[in-house]
C-alpha cells in the first residue's frame, strides 16, 4: 500500500475529499454571505438558519408531497428565497442607514427563532434523507473508491460558485449589483430600483444557502441545528478571505475545507479547531484578510 | 457603532443622574432586604448575570465594540474557579481570583486578535474565537467535556465563613457585585473612561489626538472579560457547577439580549434587562414554552422597535421631558 508521511494514501485521499466536501459548503455559504454583506451591509446571521430551511424543505417535501430530490434542489431554494424575501421588505430594510450591527443582531434574532421552531417540531435528532437512486452507489478511480453522490456534490457546488461568480462579474443585473455596492444613491439615480435590487440580493443569497441546505441533506441528516455550528465556520472563513472579492470567498472556502480534512489525517484532535486557528494566524499577518480591501 | 448609543443620554440634564442616585440606593435596599422574601438562589442567578451584563456593556456601550463571544470568559472563568477550589482545594476567595486572572488573560489573547479589525469583523473574530475555546473546553481532560465539573464546594470565604449557608453565599454574592458594578461606574467615570467614548464617538479624530487608540482598546477588552469572569466564576460557587452550557455561543448571545433589551450604554440597563431575560427564562421552563422562539423574538422587536432599551427609553422620555 502506497504511503505519504506514513499515512496510507486511500484514507488520505478520502479525508481529502471530505475535506473538499466540507469546502463545498464553507464557499457556497460563505459566497452567499459576501454577496448580501457587498450590497446590504448586513452580515446574515440567520445564513445558517437558512442553509437548515432548505435541508428540511427538501425533507418535507419528499415526505408531505412526493417531491422528490431534483426538483427540490429547484423548489427549496425559491421557497426560502421567498421566506427571504419578506424577512427582507418586512424587517431588515427598516435598519438600512443604522449602524450594521442591527443587522446582525436582528439576523441572529430570526436564526433563534427559525431554529427554536424546528427543534420544537422535529426534535434534535437528524431526520435520514435519501440520495436519488442515480447517484447512489460508488465509482472505482482507480487509486481510490469515490462515493457517486459525494463527487456530484463537489462538481455541483463548483458549478453554482461559477455561475454566481459570472452572474455578479459578467451580466448586466451584475453590473448594477456591482454599482450599487460602490455607490447607491447614483445609482438609483440613474432609474435602476435599488430597494428591489436589495430585495432580490438578500432573495439570491437566502436561496444559495437553502441549496447547499439540500444538497447536504444526503450527506448529514436533516436536523434542526446543522446550521448554527456551521455558520460560526463560515464566519471564520469570511474573516480570513475578506468579504471584498466573491472569488475570494469561493476560494478561502474551498482551501479551508482542504486545510480541514488533512488535519483529520495527521492531528485529528486539532480538526474542530484549525480553521479558527488560521483565521488567527491570518489576522497576525494580514489583519484585512487574504482577499480583503482594508479593514 | 457610535450609533448604538445615544448620544443625548450623554448630555442629560443634572435632576437625572440624581435620581439614579436615589434609585441605585433603593435598590440597594430592596436587594438586602430579598433574600427574606425570595428564593436566594434565584436572586444569586440574577446578580451573576446582571454583573456579567455589565462587564459586556463596559465594551459595547462604551466602546462600541460588540464582543460576540463573552461566553468564553464567563464560561471559562466558572471552570478555573471550579478546578482551582475542588481539585486543587482553594478557597473561594482565591478561586475567584483565579478565575478571573484566567478571563483577563483569555481576554488578552482574544482582544489583541479581534481589535485588529473593526465593526461587524470584531464581532465575527470574537465569535469564532469563543467557539474555539468551545471545542478545547469540549476535549480538555479538565473540564471533564459534557459532564462538567460538578460537586464544586463552596468553602469557606477566607477560611472562616463557610458559604454552604445560603444567606451567606448571597451577602457574598451581593457585595461582589455592588463591587464589580462600582468598579464599572469608576471605569466609565474616569479619564480613561471619556477617551474610551471619544474613541467610540469618532476613531479617526481620537487617534489624530495622539492617543493609541488599540491599546485604549485591548485594555477596556481586558477589563471587561475579568468582570465578567468574577461574573462565571461566582455562578460555578453559587450552583456548584461549571459546564459547556456557559462557553456556548448560546450565553454569547444571551448576554447580548440582556444589555439590549435593557439598555446598551446605561449602567442600569444590562441589570434591569439580566433580570427580566432570567425570570423569563425561568417561568418559561416551567411552562414549557420553547426559550429559544421567545429569545429571538424579543432580538426582533427590540432590534426593530426600540434600541434605546426600556432604561434608555425612560432616559431619553426623562431628559426630554425636563427641558
Known amino acids: ?295 | 457603532m457610535a450609533g448604538v448609543t445615544d448620544t443625548a443620554a450623554e448630555s442629560r440634564p443634572p435632576g437625572l443622574a440624581r435620581l439614579g442616585f436615589w434609585m441605585a440606593l433603593v435598590a440597594l435596599a430592596l436587594l438586602v432586604v430579598a433574600p427574606f422574601a425570595i428564593y436566594p438562589v434565584f436572586l444569586m442567578k440574577i446578580l451573576c448575570f446582571a454583573l456579567f451584563a455589565c462587564a459586556f456593556n463596559l465594551l459595547v456601550g462604551y466602546v462600541g465594540l460588540l464582543s460576540f463571544g463573552h461566553a468564553a470568559f464567563f464560561g471559562g472563568a466558572a471552570y478555573f474557579t471550579a478546578h482551582s477550589v475542588k481539585v486543587w482545594g482553594l478557597t473561594p476567595e482565591i478561586g475567584l481570583l483565579i478565575g478571573v486572572a484566567g478571563a483577563a488573560g483569555l481576554g488578552l489573547v482574544v482582544g489583541f486578535l479581534a481589535i485588529r479589525r473593526q465593526g461587524i469583523y470584531f464581532s465575527m473574530i470574537t465569535l469564532a474565537l469563543s467557539q474555539m475555546f468551545f471545542f478545547v473546553c469540549l476535549q480538555a481532560p479538565f473540564t471533564h467535556g459534557e459532564d462538567g465539573i460538578q460537586g464544586v464546594p463552596r468553602g469557606r470565604l477566607f477560611g472562616i465563613v463557610s458559604l454552604d449557608d445560603p444567606l451567606a453565599m448571597y451577602f457574598t454574592v451581593l457585595v461582589i457585585f455592588v463591587a464589580g458594578v462600582l468598579a464599572i461606574w469608576r471605569i466609565v467615570n474616569s479619564p480613561f473612561g471619556n477617551i474610551l467614548k471619544a474613541i467610540r464617538e469618532n476613531e479617526p479624530r481620537a487617534i489624530s489626538l495622539g492617543y493609541r487608540v488599540d491599546r485604549y482598546k485591548l485594555g477596556a477588552f481586558v477589563m471587561s472579560a475579568a468582570l465578567a469572569g468574577l461574573a462565571g466564576g461566582t455562578k460555578a460557587l453559587v450552583f456548584q457547577l461549571a459546564t459547556l452550557t456557559d462557553v456556548q455561543w448560546q450565553m454569547s448571545g444571551e448576554v447580548i439580549l440582556m444589555t439590549l433589551l435593557g439598555g446598551i450604554g446605561t449602567m442600569a440597563g444590562p441589570v434591569v434587562g439580566a433580570a427580566l431575560v432570567v425570570t423569563l427564562q425561568n417561568y418559561l421552563s416551567a411552562v414549557g414554552i420553547p426559550v429559544n422562539v421567545l429569545i429571538g423574538a424579543i432580538f426582533i422587536v427590540c432590534v426593530l422597535l426600540f434600541r434605546r432599551g426600556i432604561v434608555g427609553e425612560a432616559v431619553h422620555l426623562l431628559s426630554r421631558r425636563a427641558r
Request: glycine share 12%; with cysteine.
Open chain 1, 1 to 295: 500500500m502506497t504511503m505519504i508521511f506514513g499515512v496510507a494514501l486511500p484514507a488520505l485521499l478520502g479525508q481529502l475529499l471530505l475535506g473538499l466536501i466540507n469546502g463545498s459548503f464553507y464557499a457556497m455559504l460563505s459566497l452567499g454571505l459576501a454577496v448580501i454583506f457587498g450590497l446590504l451591509r448586513v452580515i446574515n446571521f440567520a445564513h445558517g438558519a437558512q442553509y437548515m430551511l432548505g435541508a428540511f424543505a427538501a425533507f418535507l417535501l419528499l415526505e408531505r408531497t412526493g417531491i422528490g430530490y431534483w426538483a427540490a434542489l429547484l423548489v427549496a431554494p425559491l421557497i426560502v428565497g421567498v421566506v427571504a424575501v419578506v424577512i427582507e421588505r418586512t424587517m431588515l430594510r427598516r435598519l438600512y442607514g443604522l449602524d450594521p450591527l442591527y443587522g446582525l443582531l436582528l439576523t441572529f434574532g430570526i436564526a433563534l427563532v427559525l431554529e427554536g421552531l424546528f427543534r420544537e417540531w422535529y426534535g434534535t435528532s437528524g431526520k435520514p434523507y435519501a440520495a436519488p437512486p442515480e447517484l447512489v452507489g460508488a465509482t472505482n478511480l482507480g487509486f481510490m473508491v469515490l462515493p457517486i453522490y459525494r463527487g456530484w456534490v463537489v462538481a455541483a457546488s463548483l458549478v453554482v460558485c461559477i455561475a454566481t461568480w459570472l452572474l455578479i462579474e459578467k451580466t448586466r443585473l451584475g453590473t448594477y449589483l456591482r454599482a450599487a455596492t460602490e455607490n447607491a444613491a447614483l445609482v438609483e439615480s440613474f432609474g435602476v430600483n435599488v430597494p428591489m435590487l436589495l430585495t432580490l440580493t438578500y432573495g439570491l443569497g437566502a436561496a444559495l444557502a437553502a441549496l447547499a441546505g439540500v444538497l447536504a441533506a444526503p450527506i448529514q441528516q436533516v436536523s434542526p441545528l446543522m446550521g448554527s455550528n456551521l455558520i460560526i465556520v463560515v464566519f471564520a472563513v469570511v474573516v480570513v478571505g475578506g468579504m471584498g472579492s466573491i472569488m475570494g470567498a469561493i476560494v478561502t472556502g474551498y482551501t479551508l475545507g482542504i486545510f480541514e480534512g488533512l488535519t483529520k489525517v495527521f492531528y485529528p484532535e486539532a480538526s474542530n479547531i484549525v480553521i479558527f486557528v488560521i483565521m488567527a494566524l491570518v489576522l497576525l499577518v494580514r489583519p484585512a484578510g487574504l482577499f480583503g480591501r482594508g479593514a
